[in-house]
Every structure is written in structure tokens, then in C-alpha cells.
């Protein structure tokens, strides 16, 4: 599920309409309240498909299960059954707020399994997910993970300091990551991973190394989100190795993305946010048929918009890139109307020999075009018109 490479050098790096699935699956069985002092995997474990739990103000601290997907690691809170809404009622200054207890590395985890023949197997997949209102800090791995899961939504969610990724749709359906906020995780805050048809917008994500991340999906919608203070503000693109490799047909529309200069604190030197340079606003690799559109990227000191080819950026051989299994070139990608200005100033070294640049490509792949685009500076110059 996570995402390695296993390759060093710099990373330049992509997103048209996605649709949103109300998470619902209808039960006649009343709602079950949580209280403080009490177990929200309690209340789990007792409901049928389809029940709503409601979660009082307080701070949670659950004993944890084997996470589904990997039972040698602990879950705080695990839901395996369709249809369950987790929804934390919240009051003025009194939040709902799920902590690691210790040694757990997901704090609340849809799945029915880890197993990705799930992609085509609709007896290993949930159907029907709701995550409301919480806090969620401190998790070794992922605050709020949902795996194989159609029709789901999380919203209104704080995920703090988690140390992997904050919000984690992966090998999802159509979903949605709204109103919902991310920081302090050494990987992505918000990501979308191997999926289809999910809509992630009005979230913020700062103090990350990636702010939000579509990887290897395609009908996905990333809109109206804000990321400052990252290492990356928005990345998008192909990794090799995974059950789904191609990026397509995705959009990145009406977007913030300002002063992402944060260093890079990836600690696994196999992960691929650990090759992204500092001072990144939008970074598109390796997709292809993806609109970056209406966007607004500034005072990102090595990128303001990118688009390149993986295995040049990573200054692999012909034969290793071959050996990737993916189709690195990025095609038929369109970047228009965005705002990119006051990027470039002091470029991060691993992006040598690209220089700095309010718009850059690294001249791969075909049929990509510019227009429309308010910038001060652009690599090459000038960029292939639309």
C-alpha cells in the first residue's frame, strides 16, 4: 500500500471530473452513543451494517486490534463492515479526539483485508464508509485509513503528527476528503492512491513533506484546497510496482499552493517523497490527459508548476527504466490559467540541472500545452501553446 523507490536523484512530478458517492448504506437500527471513558471499537464491534455511531467530546485512547491489511501492526479503531458512519460530535473547545495509546500505527482503518485482488472483487470491498468530526493524532503510520471502500466519505477531520500519511484513501471508489484538515506527517497529509473517481476539496495541508498526493489513480478531482508550509504542495503521478500503474484523466483546479519550502524530513530513503525537492507548488510526472487549471502557486522556492518524466528526472539508464513497468513520459497534459509567480528564487540542488522556474518541463512526452497562464518565468522558454 505504501509507496517505495528504490531509486535517488530529484523528482519533478499530475492531475478531470470525479464523482462524489453519498456513503450510506440504509439500516434500520438505531444510532449507538459513545461517551468519553468508553470504547468507539466497542460500539463497532456491536453494530450492524449500515449504523451510525455518534462520538461524544472527550479523548480516546482504544486498546487497538491487528490492522486488516497488516495484522502484524495495531489499529486503533477497525471497521470491516459496509455501510458504518463514525461521526464525532464536537462542541466549542471540546473536540473528538483519537490518540495513539501506544505502539499502534493506524488510528481508524476501513478494511476488509490487504489483499489487492480486492481491485476486482467486490466481496473483499466495503461498501459504504463515513468518518466525521474527529481529531485524530499521533499514529506511527496513518490517522485515518480506508482500504478497498466504495461510497465513502471523510469530512470534518483533523489528522495531526501521524507519522506516515494523515488521510488515506487507497484502492478506493468513489469517494470524497472534504472540509478536513492535515500537518506534521513525514509522507503526504492528504493522499489518493491506486483509485478511482474521488473529489478531495476545501482541505488544508501544511507541514508535511507532500501536502496532497494523487498517485497512479485517475477521475480524480483535487479542487479548492490550500497547502502551505510543505516540502511539496501538491504532487501528482506514476510510481512503478504498484497493483495500478497509470495516472490519467485526473484534474488539479482552483487550488492554493504558497510557500512550500519546508526540508524534507522523509525518513525512509525508499519512498519517493524522499526525492522531492524543497520548495515545490505543483509537480505533475509521468500522467497523462491531466488538466492543472486555475490554480495559484507562489513563493515555492524551486518549482511553481512541473511536468516531467520520471526516469530523466531520476537520471536512470534506459534498461532500468525499463525495468520500471510504467510508461514514464507524461502526455497530452494541460496547464492553463493558474497564477504562477515569485517561484524559483532559491532552488533546492536536487532539482540540478533544471533551473528554478515559475513553470518548468523537462521537454518529455507529447501533446502537453500551456495557455492562459500568468507567470514571470518559464522553462523552456517559451512553452508549447495550447
Known sequence: MRKKLLFAGSVIVSAVAATIATPIVASAAPPIVVHDGQSIQAAVDKASPGTTILIKPGTY???????????????????????????????PGRPVVLENAGGQDMGIAFARSGDPSCLDDAAQRIQGALVK???????????????????????GVSANGNGEYGIFPSHVGAGRVDHSEASGSNDTGIYIGQSHDVRVDHNT????????????????????????????????????????????????????????????????PEDAVCNVPAGTGILVVSADSNTVDHNSATWNNSIGIGLGNL???????????AGLGIEPNPDGNTVEFNTARANGLQPDPILSPLPGSDLLWDTTGTGNCWAGNRFDTQFPDPLPAC
Do not use: Y
Open 311 to 321: 526516469c530523466l528526472q531520476l537520471r536512470l539508464t534506459p534498461e532500468q527504466c
Open 61 to 91: 485512547h482504544e486498546a487497538g486490534s491487528p490492522c486488516p491489511t497488516q495484522p502484524g501492526v495495531t489499529c486503533a479503531v477497525v471497521v470491516t463492515k459496509d455501510g458504518i458512519s463514525l461521526v464525532g460530535q464536537p462542541k
Open 205 to 268: 495541508s501544511t507541514a508535511n513533506v507532500s501536502g496532497f498526493e494523487i498517485e497512479n489513480s485517475t477521475g480524480v478531482r483535487l479542487d479548492h484546497n490550500r497547502a502551505e508550509g510543505n516540502t511539496g504542495g501538491i504532487l501528482s503521478f506514476v510510481l512503478p510496482f504498484l497493483d495500478v500503474n497509470t495516472n490519467t484523466n485526473n484534474r488539479i483546479d482552483h487550488n492554493v499552493a504558497t510557500f512550500n519550502n519546508k526540508p524534507n524530513t522523509c525518513e525512509d
Open 133 to 155: 468530526g474527529f481529531t485524530v493524532n499521533g499514529f506511527e503510520g496513518e490517522g485515518v485509513f480506508l482500504f478497498c471502500v466504495d461510497g465513502w466519505q471523510v469530512t
